[in-house]
């Protein structure tokens, strides 16, 4: 079952990545276009057993300047991750319906995968269409076309992106506030980092 696991993986999923100029870490992978990288990686079930293994997709958007300001130039990646992004995303992101589509794929010792291969390679025709259209996303235009609740986990980088990239003072009101609200060291941080008085 762990072959068949990982040849699906290698052969049919990191190969894709590999065809478009990602590098690749284990089983994350990354791609650095001008402004902003892709991450994607096939995560796995710290549960996981010789017999039953359980994994899932995670992408994300990685922006340099965005993620100095919010953990700091000495917490920069060498090999950005998924969790290191904005905009992380699962299958039921992708699709659009969380509850109808998202699932995680299971292979368990002694059962046919067969089905499960076919959900897996369809999911992941999803990601290809989603990660292609991302190296050409417009950052400006979709993210201030946003309106997210401070409590949105893209909030404090979005924000952060809008204020590098021309929207200084309705940016700054919204850190500023985040701030107030939280008195949280990380938030304070941001607005030190950015110059901005509170």
């Given at each position: 079952?762990?072959?068949?696991?990982?040849?699906?993986?290698?052969?049919?999923?990191?190969?894709?990545?590999?065809?478009?100029?990602?590098?690749?870490?284990?089983?994350?992978?990354?791609?650095?276009?001008?402004?902003?990288?892709?991450?994607?990686?096939?995560?796995?079930?710290?549960?996981?057993?010789?017999?039953?293994?359980?994994?899932?997709?995670?992408?994300?958007?990685?922006?340099?300047?965005?993620?100095?300001?919010?953990?700091g130039v000495e917490e920069r990646p060498k090999f950005p991750k998924e969790y290191h992004c904005l905009e992380r995303k699962?299958?039921?992101?992708?699709?659009?319906?969380?509850?109808?589509?998202?699932?995680?794929?299971?292979?368990?010792?002694?059962?046919?995968?067969?089905?499960?291969?076919?959900?897996?390679?369809?999911?992941?025709?999803?990601?290809?269409?989603?990660?292609?259209?991302?190296?050409?996303?417009?950052?400006?235009?979709?993210?201030?076309?946003?309106?997210?609740?401070?409590?949105?986990?893209?909030?404090?980088?979005?924000?952060?992106?809008?204020?590098?990239?021309?929207?200084?003072?309705?940016?700054?009101?919204?850190?500023?506030?985040?701030?107030?609200?939280?008195?949280?060291?990380?938030?304070?941080?941001?607005?030190?980092?950015?110059?901005?008085?509170?």
């Open positions: 079952m762990q072959d068949e696991l990982e040849t699906i993986i290698k052969e049919e999923i990191l190969q894709w990545f590999k065809q478009n100029k990602y590098r690749r870490q284990g089983r994350s992978v990354f791609k650095q276009l001008e402004n902003h990288g892709i991450c994607f990686n096939v995560d796995s079930s710290k549960y996981n057993t010789s017999d039953h293994k359980r994994v899932w997709f995670n992408s994300g958007i990685f922006i340099q300047s965005v993620h100095d300001i919010l953990w699962r299958i039921g992101d992708i699709r659009g319906d969380w509850k109808k589509y998202e699932r995680s794929y299971i292979f368990e010792e002694g059962k046919d995968i067969s089905q499960m291969k076919v959900d897996m390679l369809e999911d992941f025709e999803y990601f290809k269409t989603y990660l292609l259209g991302v190296e050409k996303l417009n950052f400006v235009e979709r993210y201030n076309k946003l309106d997210l609740d401070m409590y949105h986990p893209d909030y404090d980088g979005v924000a952060v992106y809008l204020y590098l990239n021309g929207y200084e003072e309705a940016s700054k009101d919204k850190l500023i506030k985040k701030y107030h609200n939280t008195k949280a060291e990380f938030h304070l941080n941001i607005l030190k980092r950015l110059g901005i008085s509170y």
